[in-house]
Nanobody, 123 residues
Framework: QLVESGGGVVQAGDSLSLSCVAS????????MGWFRQVPGKEREFVAG????????NLAESVWGRFRISREFAKNTVYLEMNALKSEDTAVYYC??????????????????WGQGTQVIVSS
């Protein structure tokens, strides 16, 4: 089970941090990622981190602004979002890649999803 938190309404240029707590599985063996979706569009990959935390990948649209990290002791993955833009407005989903083949690249095979948390950036 994946449970996200931290969404909200912020102004453009602000920062926001999302958290995702994993339970019911071997968190330390899974690749973890964040996706986002706006109405009428496909869910898009935002960031991914491999099982060790040593390899990460960010979508080009968030380079230099977002950061993904994980804390094994808390079974938690974070998405730190800085310099937010109105186009970052979306529902953000946490995901787990349990294939054992995710090494931090853009091809994330999401097998489990959280319920999503809304982020609204007003300009």
């Amino acid at each position: 089970q994946l449970v996200e938190s931290g969404g909200g309404v912020v102004q453009a240029g602000d920062s926001l941090s999302l958290s995702c707590v994993a339970s019911g599985g071997t968190f330390g063996r899974f690749g973890m990622g964040w996706f986002r979706q706006v109405p009428g569009k496909e869910r898009e990959f935002v960031a991914g981190i491999d099982w060790s935390g040593g390899s990460r990948n960010l979508a080009e649209s968030v380079w230099g602004r977002f950061r993904i990290s994980r804390e094994f002791a808390k079974n938690t993955v974070y998405l730190e979002m800085n310099a937010l833009k109105s186009e970052d407005t979306a529902v953000y989903y946490c995901a787990a890649d349990v294939s054992g083949q995710y090494y931090g690249g853009p091809n994330f095979n999401a097998a489990y999803w959280g319920q999503g948390t809304q982020v609204i950036v007003s300009s």
